[in-house]
């Protein structure tokens, strides 16, 4: 006797849009369209949202940004192709098309979404560019998300995924870059231990009623404020549900089978499929295949993030764009971390460190390899790369004493006079000497040794003959402008020195799915796969494997998400005399944005 097939445990849905992922792209792509008039179903595989933006710093790359206007900078669209022309050399009519079209539809996009919604966005003011090149801004590209009071979601505020342990103090407090000086320097003035005795009671009461405190910063802010907004239009995502398979019909993409906590079940989509599920961070296979040899085994990216959205679209004939020099990633050198609870964490060395006055990187020969004040990317990029001792994996950052005081090291906080805890831990490693130091490290003392003497003598003058520490804007600003004549440049403590070890990791994927200006996924002829689109780090990056600035990722995100929606929005083809519901619909929104 045949056994009767078993029934779906959820019956089958339709909507208009279904976007998987509830990222910054994927909230972005719902927000777009519901508010255009869509009817939305947003899956998001894990219980929280917010993805990897969740613990960035939340910068999105705009050029000729409104809120930076309003403020009277300056910049041009031409500047910027300029720039992006300049820093990028694979070119093909597709990619020079979704460049042109990100530039060109940027501010659109972010003044929608800042005009009707709770997405709030304030300018950076300076900060630069990462290259010296034709076209760079040393100001007004970059925005950030105003910050959030968590408070306003409620219950829900546990549904936002927090940052690492490492971005917040006193176990769950947050801190922008802006609190740093403030909270540093409490004691040297009235205002400033105000303002400090305020985050901190806030925080106190914060912790009476939730997990972790509810002022919000950076990425934390971004995509709480995504998240409220959604809630607000009455969109919430269906948490735990991930995809399983796209589903075709006629040769095209009509929506797609998800598990939910109910188990399996069908959905319909009446314009099609965004794919913003974050990219391939956490798969191994495609890790092996897009990134470089020896391939990475860290990353910043969430857990979650294992290229679902990628295969499934790779299983319909989708194309993958490997990186023209296989870097794969944006990448950031990274110490590891010891918990109190035993667990290791990974801090990125963005900003706060590395181009400060006083300190160098080192690869296994004891010699320098970098200029250690350029971009994070930068700096990985001359990890791999082959020269001056081959690659440059780990690298170890070194420094006296007086340099953690003043600066910090990776988790180390400025002010840390006592730094018996993380010599214990193995986070930071002492010698007595360079040579002692060097053999506890596992670097050749000779080359140590002639390293420092040569930075030392130069530092003193304040020139890097090897590298250009300090040589521009971007080094300039992160370093510490009350020493000069270089505010990158001192002499390194030749007694008592200390070493950290950083390892590359990626803070996104660079590699994805090829699109088109309007982030449809095309096939291997780079014909449209119809009913199919692709955002956030599912989409293989419009900068290829360069890093122009602050924001590069999650610009591109915000931007092709709107792309993508108003490519849906448009009548799908009909091979019937009667469209489905939904397929033409447009409103007033619609027209106004068009």
């Known amino acids: 006797m045949s056994r009767r097939p078993q029934a779906p445990a959820t019956p089958p849905r339709e909507t208009d849009l279904l976007v998987i992922g509830a990222g910054p792209a994927g909230m972005a792509a719902a927000l777009f ?121 409620g219950r829900d505020f546990e549904r936002v995924r927090p940052p690492i342990p490492e971005f917040m103090v006193f176990g769950g407090m ?30 106190l009461t914060d912790r009476l009623r939730f997990s972790r405190g509810t002022r919000l910063v ?15 239009l009455g969109v919430r995502p269906e948490f735990d549900t991930r995809l399983d398979r796209l589903v075709t019909e006629g040769g095209r993409v009509t929506g797609a089978v998800l598990t939910g906590p109910g188990g399996p079940f069908t959905v319909t989509a009446r314009h099609g499929v965004v794919l913003a599920t974050g990219g391939f961070a956490h798969n191994a296979a495609y890790r092996r295949r897009l990134m470089p040899d020896p391939m990475p085994e860290r990353s910043l990216a969430s857990p979650a993030n294992q290229g679902e959205g990628i295969a499934a679209a790779e299983a319909l004939g989708a194309r993958i764009s490997p990186t023209e020099n296989g870097s794969g990633g944006f990448w950031t050198p990274v110490s590891v971390t010891r918990r109190r609870d035993g667990t290791t964490g990974l801090f990125p060395h963005l900003s706060l460190d590395r181009a400060k006055p006083g300190l160098i990187a080192v690869n296994a020969a004891g010699r320098r390899f970098v200029n250690e004040a350029d ?38 906080y400025p002010g840390t006079t006592n730094l018996k805890p993380h010599l214990a831990s193995g986070y930071l490693v002492q010698g007595d000497t360079p040579e002692a130091l060097a053999r506890r490290i596992g670097v050749d003392p000779e080359g ?14 304040g020139v890097d003959e090897d590298y250009g520490k300090g040589h521009s804007a971007l080094n300039r600003f992160n370093g510490d402008p009350s020493v000069g004549p270089n505010p990158c440049l001192a002499p390194v403590g030749t007694g008592e020195l200390f070493a950290m070890q950083v390892w590359p990791a990626e803070i996104a994927c660079s590699a994805g799915l090829s699109t088109d200006e309007d982030a449809r996924v095309v096939d291997d002829r780079e014909r449209p796969i119809p009913g199919l689109f692709a955002c956030g ?50 409103t007033d929104l619609q027209r106004r944005s068009s």
């Open 448 to 461: 140590l040794c002639t390293t420092l003497a040569r930075y030392n003598e130069q530092a003193a003058r």
């Open 537 to 586: 780090n599912d989409m293989a990056s419009v900068m290829a494997d360069s890093y122009p600035g602050p924001g590069t990722t999650l610009g591109p995100a915000v931007v092709f998400a709107w792309r993508a929606v108003q490519a849906a929005l448009r009548p799908v083809p009909q091979t019937d005399a009667e469209a489905p519901p939904g397929a033409a619909r447009q």
């Open 218 to 232: 950076m990425g934390n802010a971004l995509v709480a404020r995504m998240f409220h907004s959604l809630l607000k």
């Open 174 to 203: 947050m801190v922008g870059k802006m609190d740093i000086p403030r909270l540093l320097g409490r004691f040297r003035s009235v205002g400033n231990f105000a303002y400090a005795a305020g985050l901190f009671l806030r925080y």
């Open 33 to 153: 369209a519901r508010l255009h008039g869509l009817e939305v179903l947003l899956a998001e595989k894990t219980g929280q949202a917010g993805g990897t933006a969740a613990t960035s710093a939340g910068t999105l790359w705009i050029p000729e940004n409104s809120q930076g206007k309003a403020t009277g900078e300056r910049d041009s669209i031409p500047a910027a192709a300029a720039y992006l022309d300049s820093l990028i050399s694979s070119h093909s009519p597709r990619t020079d098309r979704q460049r042109a079209a990100y530039l060109a539809t940027g501010v659109q996009a972010i003044d929608f979404l800042q005009a009707n919604t709770e997405v709030k966005f304030l300018p950076c003011g300076p900060h630069p560019d990462y290259h010296a090149r034709l076209g760079a801004a040393v100001s007004g590209r970059a925005i950030v998300p105003a910050p959030f009071d968590g408070r306003l979601l």
């Open 375 to 412: 971009s994070y990317h930068d700096f990985v990029q001359a990890m791999y790369a082959q020269g001056n001792g081959g690659p440059s994996i780990p690298a170890w950052l070194i420094c006296d004493r007086d340099f953690i005081r003043r600066y910090g090291l990776g988790h180390i």
